[in-house]
């Protein structure tokens, strides 16, 4: 009992990494220990179970709470969103044309299903808007839940106090649950390094390392260069201790899930520690986990470059700046589970006249790379979620005189 003491007493971020390091200890001597990637499995299934539940009775009962009239700052939350996303196309772009890449194109992406186009991705945005919300819970369609959690949320705002008081009942029970299943994170870790590192062969890799260095450079400056600069001009104060909180506290444990869906707990737990306001964060998080896509931009904008310069196809920077465009649009419209940018370089391979056999073969490149560029790609996802979440309303507490602390 004293030893689960002193484990649980244990900050969270040590054991983490306690768990990490013991998942590539047991992936290398005892890679055929099937049994343990299953905790990995089971960690990232509970966080995606619980996350729609979370968010919907969240955002029901902030709405229905008659005396909660905190005014909304989603418009800033969403334009920093795009900002970012618009922001990390451009820097995709600039190293493009700073370090070319020539990509081994494979086979083995065929039967993926990918857009016609943009209008197909904005179509599909906004039919789940309007799906079943029972199959949104179900599926994790956070823009249906968002949907009518908000639709609901107005509706009982006519409810009787009693009504009221059950929603944040249940919205505090999901919350509870979710900071018992954060508690087992270290174990995930573990099952999640241990599959990664058994399964998963590094020579398989070298063939790309030029690629992958673009593509993790591109990110960390992002993350660490161009959020930071967005967060300063929004609230005038050295963003870093705030950058590396929403790393630690969010972007470690997105990328090793990788997937914005199931770190939506994480960021919530995360917002709640930095005191901002429930009914801000139960919108614009999981709004995030849709829309906030920088790492796809990346993505989608690197491997497209890395394909016309594969083919000699010259390009020009009008044509480059609308590549950015393209890509940030599609990035929007990415799914928010493990590996959705990458369906959607064929709409950008277009642009240039790339047939999609061929696009389709640099989508291939993309999964064999995937275990490097969609973690390192929901990390900077989903911790910037909490980080431009926390920036607006800081921004908001700045005029009003209040003290900005975290």
Request: hydrophobic share 55%; charged share 10%; with cysteine.
């Amino acid at each position: 009992m004293n030893l689960l003491q002193k484990w649980t007493d244990t900050s969270l971020i040590l054991r983490i990494i306690a768990g990490l390091i013991l998942g590539v200890a047991l992936g290398i001597t005892v890679p055929s220990a099937v049994g343990i990637s299953m905790l990995g499995d089971l960690f990232v299934g509970a966080l995606k179970a619980i996350a729609p539940l979370l968010v919907f009775f969240l955002v029901m009962h902030s709405l229905a709470n008659k005396q909660d009239t905190a005014q909304s700052n989603m418009k800033t939350v969403i334009i920093l969103y795009l900002v970012s996303t618009f922001l990390a196309a451009l820097t995709a772009v600039a190293a493009g044309f700073l370090f070319p890449s020539d990509i081994v194109l494979v086979q083995g992406a065929e039967d993926a299903a990918v857009p016609g186009g943009i209008a197909e991705v904005l179509k599909s945005l906004l039919m789940n808007v309007v799906d079943n919300p029972v199959s949104s819970l179900i599926n994790a369609n956070y823009i249906g839940v968002l949907a009518w959690a908000l639709i609901l949320g107005f509706a009982f705002r006519k409810a009787g106090d009693n009504t009221v008081k059950v929603l944040g009942d249940v919205s505090d029970a999901c919350s509870s649950a979710i900071r018992w299943i954060i508690n087992f994170a270290p174990l995930g870790i573990l099952g999640l390094v241990f599959a990664t590192v058994s399964e998963t062969g590094i020579k398989s890799l070298m063939d790309y390392g030029h690629l992958i260095l673009v593509l993790v450079g591109c990110m960390l400056f992002v993350a660490f260069i161009v959020n930071p600069a967005i967060v300063f001009v929004n609230i005038r104060q050295n963003p870093y201790p705030l950058v590396f909180k929403c790393i630690k506290d969010s972007g470690i444990m997105a990328f090793f899930t990788r997937s914005s869906a199931a770190n939506i707990p994480v960021n919530m737990s995360l917002c709640e520690s930095l005191g901002l306001d429930e009914k801000q964060y139960s919108v614009s998080i999981p709004l995030g986990a849709t829309i906030n896509m920088a790492g796809g931009a990346v993505t989608i904008t690197t491997l497209t470059l890395a394909a016309a310069n594969t083919l000699e196809i010259q390009v020009d920077f009008p044509t480059a700046l609308l590549l950015s465009i393209i890509a940030s649009i599609s990035a929007c419209g990415a799914s928010g589970v493990a590996g959705g940018s990458l369906l959607l370089i064929p709409l950008a391979c277009s642009l240039f006249g790339i047939s999609s056999d061929i696009a389709m073969q640099v989508v291939g490149v993309g999964f064999i790379i995937g275990v490097i560029q969609d973690s390192c790609e929901t990390a900077v996802n989903s911790s910037s979620d909490a980080l431009f979440t926390a920036t607006a309303e800081f921004r908001k507490w700045k005029k009003e005189g209040r003290k900005i602390k975290w």
